[in-house]
């Protein structure tokens, strides 16, 4: 009878424990049950990672790294990191590349943040609406000389004058890779205006080259080509929809999107450009079969095993165009529940600093936008020879949208696939995108 | 309550289970439920909405024609899987069964993908189907073909059946050895009398052996159906969270995870204020798809079964 109770009541509470385990409530109210899998996962890497090792008083910093940018960036990190423990030996961080957009936001509503995290900056609503729910530690008492950086990448960095962030120090764009050794070849020179970028695409096309090396299958590989000649087309537009006006006259769009339909009818990207993504495309730039590729400047290490140059998309005016956007290489966010505030903001403090700009710098040479480091490399300074800094498209239509229209999903999804593949005249892609902009 | 556990002592053995499932499976759907009747962005607070999110997704033309595409693809693929996979997984399964030359072999050789993870899949039929450095398009440029030689693995037009073909691929085995399973319940003693009759491998396949294993077949038409509706893996690998070039390999999982989530872009972007919300509600909608038809199907078989 007595077994009988005691098992009884082991029963019991090993249910009660179980059950308020999985009851708790993240202090976010979240209420998020339908991420079970990446709330599991996330919990193992909460704040509560910060372990002071009680015998030599070490305290680890959970870090986490962009998912998607881990070949380009683990060098880099690797050196980071083992230059700001040396600096700190109290500190150890443990980088982890597991920080996407979907484990963040899992991670919020779990409550279950790591000490530390990429971020996007202003970029990003979610930086912003992370600082004003509480989730994000403020990092003015630790970024405390911010006199080394730009006005953009200060705006970057901060909500309403508080920084969330570590400051940029890099900018990137897509440019337009050539083969230097094809170029050559054919004799042909760097193009300044959008009629001498045709023109040489059609000495390569009449020479039975690919011209362009274009990956049109995925969302984002489709949109580098649109979206490196948007500035050149429609930068007063862009800059009207970024002040959240309309515009009536739409003309330049209509130009910029009848531009991109003629640059594929004429056959400048192959025929085969909707069943291949980027990472094709890249493939075949990389190993001679397409002339020129739109590709980031953060890629540029890509294609170093070939002869390569760059040059920004150039305009009918003769300017060359880049696109508006501080790299996110650097920048990082804290969680508010961080136990080690003083650790992580000697972390961010130094992600911040010159030290960490060179070295990463030193591992994927982007345009600096501080002073102090020295562009060495001449496709990088290629890159960096723009006349114009436009605006970035894509980020002008998600900040464009509202609570009824999502212009930047229908351009994505629906507008530029349909116009690349000529399921929609250039008329009817141009209503829809009308439509969705005037919601 | 002693005297209720005492009258029925079964439900103490089911009890740590119910508690489990209801843990671990019903509170977050109920909580998924809850959440879809939220206008939600999934960092602030929340706005109750009532059934507006369930409104705004059957009436707006945008989130229609993408559930009405994602619906339509995943349905392709449970046909294509029942019409041709499963008689193909019947037909091997019975070869194997009636222990066919090689069939041990045979057997391993056809299980075996199921082993290899969905990445790793894609990669095996990109390296096969790659426009650059396929072999198959080596193969046809080689044989003076190489008119032919294109991307397969992208074309928008093909990618649901690309995807089908290597789900089939990875996943003919499983079903395989269900039908094997089945099969060694059916008596040998009817399949030698078919036999001594006069009855060959057709027929007794068709006369015996699948009137015998019906149940198998309804359960894996259930699973299938399963499966095809909640699909998401090779789909996210071949066309991204947008699904692909005109939603040609969109699921409503993916429908799911892009309004939930965004795209995840290096340019950054705008998280929408109903993200969560209508991201539920787009669940909940999936699991009732599947949820109905489950029931359906199992009241189905059993009536099935009664009259049998």
Not at chain 2, 268 to 274: H, I, L, R
């Amino acid at each position: 009878m007595k077994m009988k109770k005691i098992k009884m009541m082991t029963l019991t509470v090993t249910l009660t424990a179980l059950l308020m385990a999985c009851g708790s409530k993240p202090a976010a109210d979240s209420g998020a049950a339908s991420g079970t899998d990446s709330a599991a996962q996330t919990q193992d890497n909460t704040q509560n990672s910060v372990k002071e090792d009680k015998e030599d008083k070490e305290v680890t910093l959970t870090v986490w790294g962009e998912e998607g940018q881990q070949a380009l960036y683990a060098d880099a990190f690797a050196e980071i990191n083992e230059a700001f423990e040396k600096q700190n030996p109290g500190i150890k961080i443990n980088y982890q590349w597991s920080g996407s957009f979907d484990s963040l936001t899992v991670a919020v509503q779990t409550d279950s943040l790591p000490d530390v995290f990429f971020s996007q900056g202003n970029k990003n609503t979610s930086m912003s609406e992370m600082a004003a729910n509480g989730y994000l530690l403020p990092l003015n008492e630790y970024i405390t000389d911010t006199s080394r950086f730009p006005e953009d990448a200060y705006d970057y960095a901060t909500v309403d004058d508080v920084i969330y962030c570590s400051l940029p120090a890099f900018f990137d764009y897509a440019v337009v890779f050539y083969n230097v050794d094809t170029f050559d070849k054919y004799e042909l020179a760097v193009p300044k205006t959008w009629d001498e970028f045709l023109d040489v695409c059609k000495v390569l096309q009449d020479n039975g080259e690919l011209p362009m090396a274009y990956g049109g299958n995925g969302w984002l590989d489709r949109y580098w080509l649109i979206g490196a000649m948007a500035p050149a087309y429609m930068e007063s537009e862009m800059v009207t929809w970024n002040e959240g006006a309309e515009i009536s006259d739409y003309s330049n769009v209509r130009e910029c999107f009848e531009d991109y339909r003629a640059f594929l009818d004429a056959g400048y990207a192959g025929t085969d450009y909707a069943a291949s993504d980027m990472a094709s495309a890249q493939l075949s730039f990389a190993n001679g079969q397409g002339a020129m590729i739109v590709d980031g400047t953060w890629n540029k290490g890509l294609y170093e095993n070939m002869n390569v140059g760059c040059f920004p998309i150039p305009g009918k005016d003769g300017k060359g165009y880049s696109q508006t956007g501080p790299s996110q290489s650097l920048t990082y966010s804290a969680s508010a529940k961080t136990t080690e505030p003083e650790a992580v903001g000697k972390y961010l403090a130094f992600l911040s600093s010159e030290e960490a700009e060179q070295i990463m710098f030193d591992h994927v040479p982007s345009i600096p936008i501080v002073d102090g480091i020295t562009i060495t490399d001449p496709v990088i300074a290629a890159a960096a020879e723009y006349d114009v800094i436009g605006q970035n498209l894509f980020g002008v239509l998600s900040f464009a949208g509202n609570e009824n229209s999502q212009p930047a999903d229908l351009f994505t999804n629906d507008v530029l696939p349909k116009l690349m593949t000529g399921e929609y005249t250039v008329d009817e892609a141009l209503d829809l995108f009308r439509q969705e902009l005037e919601k | 309550m002693r005297k209720f556990f005492n009258k029925n002592p079964y439900l103490m053995f089911l009890l740590p289970g119910i508690i489990v499932y209801s843990v671990f499976v019903v509170y977050p759907i109920l909580s998924a439920g809850y959440i879809s009747f939220f206008q939600w962005n999934g960092y602030g607070p929340k706005e109750y909405v009532g059934l507006q999110n369930y409104k705004d997704l059957f009436t707006n033309s945008n989130l229609m024609s993408q559930l009405g595409n994602a619906l339509k693809n995943c349905l392709t693929i449970f046909f294509l899987s029942v019409i041709i996979m499963m008689p193909i997984q019947i037909i091997m399964a019975y070869t194997i069964h009636s222990k066919a030359r090689g069939s041990s072999f045979f057997q391993v050789a056809v299980f075996s993908p199921q082993f290899i993870s969905t990445p790793v899949i894609v990669f095996i039929f990109t390296l096969l189907f790659d426009g650059s450095f396929g072999i198959v398009n080596k193969v046809l440029r080689e044989t003076g073909f190489g008119n032919l030689a294109r991307p397969w693995m992208g074309i928008p037009e093909y990618g649901i059946y690309v995807i089908w073909f290597m789900m089939t691929w990875a996943g003919m085995g499983v079903g395989m050895v269900y039908f094997i399973g089945a099969m060694k319940m059916i008596s040998g003693e009817m399949i030698e009398s078919a036999y001594v009759d006069g009855a060959g491998f057709w027929k007794r396949l068709w006369y015996i052996v699948i009137p015998q294993i019906k149940g198998t077949i309804f359960n894996l038409i259930l699973t299938s159906y399963i499966i095809s509706m909640t699909i998401f893996d090779f789909n996210y690998i071949l066309g991204g969270s947008g699904g692909g070039i005109s939603g040609s390999v969109d699921t409503l999982a993916l429908m799911f995870y892009r309004t939930a989530f965004g795209e995840n872009s290096p340019l950054g972007g705008k998280v929408s204020v109903n993200a969560m919300g209508m991201g539920t509600t787009i669940a909940c909608v999936l699991f009732l798809m599947v949820f109905v038809v489950a029931i359906c199907q199992i009241v189905l078989m059993f009536r099935t079964k009664k009259e049998d």
